[in-house]
């Protein structure tokens, strides 16, 4: 069965690569201990769905989707790449914040290791 | 002991993630769903009904501007929080877990000093920097780029220039006075220039069609691209420094 | 060749997450993920979205590390 779904994965291949990413973030996210780790992991998971849409809009031999002279269809969809590029801001907006909330607990606590923070409550 | 069993967890996701990914139409297919529905049309109309030569910007500014008013929003909000996050802190001086003691006076002279050829050289580089931040954000409906893109690297250059001049310059490249206003120009030129194709289309956020007006058209598009580009400057250099100075 | 290109791509950005996830120290760690914004930034490109590549290369590469460095100059670098 295994062998079987590799061979049908082979066109997908970046698609299996994306899920590879979003693997090793979400093992950060829950095994790590510090919070800094923890949300470098979560940006890792962020940027493999990233990867994942944008690949979903690529076309084979497809020009950027910039009209101009000399540009030809095939054309890269270009709904996928508004989507991440707001969803880049975005990510990066949230980032800033979960570290504000991290400055804030180690200013209050005294330490970022999740079990330790466990033990305070 | 709780390692074996989350990696063993995650390696049954990874299975059930790649068998779904197995049935999805193979990378780069031009007949994939992806491509045949909305996409198709904004390839084929988008210059002639939005005037942008940029797709990404059409669709960003023009199709789908409703969603790039929320994420501006977004971005306001988030802002907003980390403020309320880090100020709070600021106020209450629980202050006793701080590592380095004594910080500087003033930020006078940075902790670690600068070294001379970094300092010399994003000093030379900042204007280019800056001017080709202009360039993205200007002609982002023309070529690759636009608001967000010539924003983040307007941000980017205020913090290497902030790292590398000190603090006290930061007050410089960004008045005091002007941050609460520039803090919500994004969301405001959204509002105004929705309100303006509300009154000539009937639509918030819409756009004139007829030729005659391209260059009304046009005026749109690029006030909503500076108005995002400098709000994006200002959420990251505004960010950095809220979190550097507690 | 572009397959090629692809491949070794996607293979470097999955060793670059492993090294970030494996590294003991916050602070190289934060410095090899300012590493994953650039090969991603290749990867835009290659895929055909230079509006994407170019809000990477800032945002991926440049400012999310600043401020993950700033947030570990107050927390400490050392991962208990």
Known sequence: ?121 | MKKPLVIALLILLALALLAAMAELPAVGQADAPVHTHVSARYIEQGEAETGAHNLVTAVLLNYRGMDTFGEVLVLFTALCAGFAVLLAAARNGNKHYRQPPAPQESGAVPVIAVSPVVSFVVRLLAPFIALFAAYVILKGHLSPGGGFQGGMILGALFIALTLVLGKQYSARLLPVAWRPWLYALAPAAFLVVGMIGLQLTGYFLGYPQEPAWHGVREAMMVTLEIAIGVGGAVLVASLFLALESD | ?80
Request: proline letters at 5%.
């Open chain 3, 1 to 80: 060749m572009s397959e090629l290109f692809d491949l070794v791509l996607l293979a470097l950005l999955i060793t670059i997450a492993l090294l970030v996830v494996r590294a003991r120290d916050l602070l190289v760690a934060a410095i090899i993920f300012s590493g994953y914004g650039l090969g991603l930034c290749l990867l835009w490109l290659h895929r055909g979205a230079p509006d994407v590549a170019m809000a990477e290369a800032a945002v991926g590469a440049g400012v999310t590390t600043v401020l993950f460095l700033v947030a570990i100059g107050v927390t400490g670098r050392k991962e208990k």
């Open chain 1, 1 to 121: 069965m295994l062998p079987e779904m590799l061979l049908e994965l082979r066109p997908n291949l970046d698609y299996a690569a994306v899920v590879v990413l979003f693997c090793i973030g979400l093992y950060a996210v829950i095994v790590k201990n510090n919070l800094i780790k923890k949300l470098l992991g979560l940006n890792i998971m962020e940027t493999a769905v990233f990867a994942f849409i944008v690949t979903s809009g690529m076309v084979e031999g497809g020009a950027p989707p910039v009209l101009g002279p000399g540009v030809m269809p095939p054309l890269a969809s270009p709904l996928p790449h508004a989507l991440i590029l707001t969803g880049i801001v975005v990510a990066l907006a949230t980032t800033a914040l979960a570290l504000a909330l991290i400055i804030r607990i180690y200013l209050q606590h005294g330490t970022i290791e999740a079990d330790q923070l466990r033990e305070l409550d």
